[in-house]
């Protein structure tokens, strides 16, 4: 079955950096947009960045700058590079993409999330 699995967060302090990964495996045919969204505590989740099968991407304006989406369509990973952390970027991040398996068969999958946490 298909999965997504998150990996790359932790503990760090405000200013640093983290790189978060979204693996794909399983019975993929291909693979299309890719999105990273996170959650905090008691907030609605929100999207953060998105890259499209094509490599386009997109940016919520909180991140503009600081964080970079990429994707390694070889190895059907996505990351997200987050530079010049903020208190604010604390929070539970997850990968969505949507995902065509060898059956023809195309669904939205989320990956379990990782944790993010700045500290001061």
């Known amino acids: 079955q298909v999965q997504l699995v998150e990996s790359g967060g932790g503990l760090v302090q405000a200013g640093g950096s983290l790189r978060l990964s979204c693996a794909a495996s399983?019975?993929?045919?291909?693979?299309?947009?890719v999105g990273w969204y996170r959650q905090a505590s008691g907030i609605q989740r929100e999207l953060v960045a998105t890259?499209?099968?094509?490599?386009?991407?997109n940016y919520a304006d909180s991140v503009k700058g600081r964080f970079t989406i990429s994707r390694d369509h070889a190895k059907n990973t996505v990351y997200l590079q987050m530079n010049r952390l903020k208190l604010d970027d604390t929070a539970d991040y997850y990968c969505?993409?949507?995902?065509?398996?060898?059956?023809?068969?195309?669904?939205?999958?989320w990956g379990q999330g990782t944790r993010v946490t700045v500290s001061s």
């Open positions: 969505k993409a949507r995902i065509t398996d060898f059956s023809g068969a195309r669904y939205d999958y």
């Open positions: 890259v499209a099968s094509g490599s386009d991407t």
């Open positions: 399983g019975p993929i045919f291909s693979i299309g947009a």
